[in-house]
């Protein structure tokens, strides 16, 4: 959307509905197989064009260093790759909870790049756009092309894919996980035999798992609570290396009920599968 010259634009959520880990490479990072989708529920972006070539983004997020903050590395390097000298003004609406496993940070990121290359007249493509999100992290390339996708590699190399659409009810269970102290942790599956996207498609939902669920279960005991309780009344799994847990429904009511179900118990919502972001929606409009 558009008001008086500013972009409003939406940084939704992602959920892993399966995630495996292959290998581990001589650099450290974890080769993965995984389905990415995004949900009608995220972040909200304000963009607003500056004069005096300043960028600005409030609020403040506390224990991020302005210097860490993924919206302004996104657009410090989209100034970078162009040589543009514009700046904004950037206002965050945050919903998305840190360290859930939702990419809160990389569709923040993402929206950053596609919002302020419409902005300031740029006209990047979304090739050159993802190549400058990859620099910034693992999966801020889904979030710029905006399709549900099959990832490899580390999560860059996608392959789009049309997913069910089901409900999801997501519980965050009130830590925040630490992405590094899973992929550290020596009891980690690290040797799950690659699988082609065709097999992990035809295999359907109900052979989808997160290898790093266990582990995740062990190190943070709040984890495995929420995913106890949730397993009991629905398919339930971890996305990303965590804290969120989801659960999916078939119906809009079903996720209702479950939602209402915990209700003060812990922080969750309810949200729709999709396979294109609104991101690219809003800004097709």
Request: hydrophobic content about 40%.
């Amino acid at each position: 959307m558009s008001d008086a010259g500013r972009l409003i634009l939406p940084a939704p959520a992602k959920l892993n509905r399966m995630l495996h880990i292959t290998g581990r490479r001589p650099d450290g990072y974890h080769e993965l197989q995984t389905l990415f989708q995004f949900l009608d529920h995220g972040d909200t972006l304000t963009l607003a064009p500056r004069d005096d070539g300043e960028l600005r983004l409030t609020p403040t997020l506390s224990g991020v260093a302005p210097a860490d903050n993924l919206i302004l590395r996104a657009a410090a390097a989209l100034r970078e790759a162009t040589g543009s000298r514009q700046g904004a003004d950037i206002h965050l609406d945050k919903r998305l909870p840190m360290g859930g496993g939702l990419g809160g940070g990389s569709s923040d990121a993402a929206t950053a790049l596609l919002g302020l290359n419409r902005l300031w007249g740029l006209h990047l493509s979304i090739e050159v756009l993802a190549e400058l999100g990859l620099r910034l992290g693992a999966d801020v390339p889904v979030f710029v092309r905006g399709h549900a996708a099959w990832a490899e590699g580390i999560g860059e190399r996608l392959t789009p894919v049309a997913l069910d659409t089901p409900w999801f009810v997501v519980v965050h269970p009130g830590v925040s996980v630490s992405t590094p102290a899973v992929f550290q942790a020596p009891e980690l599956t690290r040797g799950t035999p690659p699988i082609t996207m065709a097999r992990a498609l035809q295999g359907g939902t109900a052979s989808w798992r997160n290898d790093c669920e266990l582990t995740v279960r062990e190190l943070y005991p709040e984890v495995a609570g929420a995913l106890d309780w949730l397993s009991d009344r629905a398919p339930a799994m971890l996305t990303g290396t965590g804290a969120c847990v989801f659960a999916r429904l078939d119906h809009e009511a079903d996720a209702t009920a479950l939602l209402d179900d915990i209700s003060g118990r812990w922080t969750s919502f309810k949200a729709q599968g999709l396979n294109r972001s609104p991101l690219h929606d809003a800004l097709d409009r």
